[in-house]
């Protein structure tokens, strides 16, 4: 696609459910990035990852959050026995692999996902 | 450690040039970015910097980073209305010369007044 596509583009759903976020990268971008911002926040940093490599969990917030990708296509962003404050927007982006000491490694973000707690 | 600030909000005149400023605390990074978010919208990256550069030029878009006092800023000339917008600089630590995280700061909401 021309972007990076995410789904759904809203979420409501009861405290205790599970939740599945779903983002399509752009294609050829071997990078895939998932960010969390709470209501009038900057973005938080969940998890990253990065072709065939062990994604970077470091901003997982808790075990109930997980994610997978398969090969260098679409991602997943489960979410666990839901709490209210899980309730934010989940973007997406990706970028190429490039060595970031001679070129910006540009991350193209998707539209999000607005997940709501209730 | 790695934190970003940025004032929450600024107001201008249309026509008026923009100042937004941003400070970090992490010496090691390597890029700067900043981003633009609309309501509704995803974020749209405006321009970055390179650790080395001192000032970049991107049409109405100005920056100037200053490493010594890691503040960077974000000048808008001809603040325009289609300016109203979040803005978050972005800083990454790309130490191993590989695809990195960003770590944001917490947003500077632009308002553009007639």
């Known amino acids: 696609g021309a972007g990076v596509s995410q789904s759904p583009s809203n979420k409501v759903t009861e405290k205790g459910k599970d939740v599945e976020l779903r983002c399509d990268p752009i294609?050829?971008?071997?990078?895939l990035y998932w960010y969390r911002q709470r209501l009038g926040q900057g973005l938080e940093f969940l998890i990253y990852?990065?072709?065939?490599?062990?994604?970077?969990k470091s901003g997982l917030p808790s075990d109930r959050f997980s994610a997978e990708r398969t090969g260098e296509s679409v991602s997943t962003l489960t979410i666990q026995r839901t709490q209210q404050e899980d309730s934010a927007v989940y973007l997406c982006?990706?970028?190429?692999?490039?060595?970031?000491?001679?070129?910006?490694?540009?991350?193209?973000f998707g539209p999000g996902t607005r997940l709501t707690v209730l | 450690g790695e934190d970003v600030e940025q004032s929450l909000f600024l107001s201008v005149r249309e026509g008026d040039s923009s100042v937004i400023n941003c400070t970090y605390t992490?010496?090691?990074?390597?890029?700067l970015y900043w981003y633009k978010q609309e309501p509704g919208a995803g974020l749209q990256l405006l321009t970055y910097?390179?650790?080395?550069?001192d000032m970049k030029q991107d049409q109405r878009l100005t920056v100037l980073l200053n490493k010594k006092d890691k503040h960077l800023s974000l000048r808008i000339a001809d603040t325009q209305t289609g300016d109203s917008a979040i803005y978050f600089c972005?800083?990454?630590?790309?130490?191993?010369?590989?695809?990195?995280?960003?770590?944001f700061g917490t947003g500077t909401r632009l308002q553009v007044t007639l």
């Open positions: 982006a990706s970028s190429l692999r490039v060595r970031a000491t001679t070129r910006s490694n540009e991350q193209f």
């Open positions: 294609s050829g971008h071997t990078a």
């Open positions: 990852f990065q072709g065939n490599s062990a994604p970077d």
């Open positions: 992490d010496s090691s990074s390597t890029y």
């Open positions: 910097i390179f650790s080395n550069m």
């Open positions: 972005a800083e990454t630590l790309s130490n191993t010369g590989t695809a990195s995280k960003l770590t």
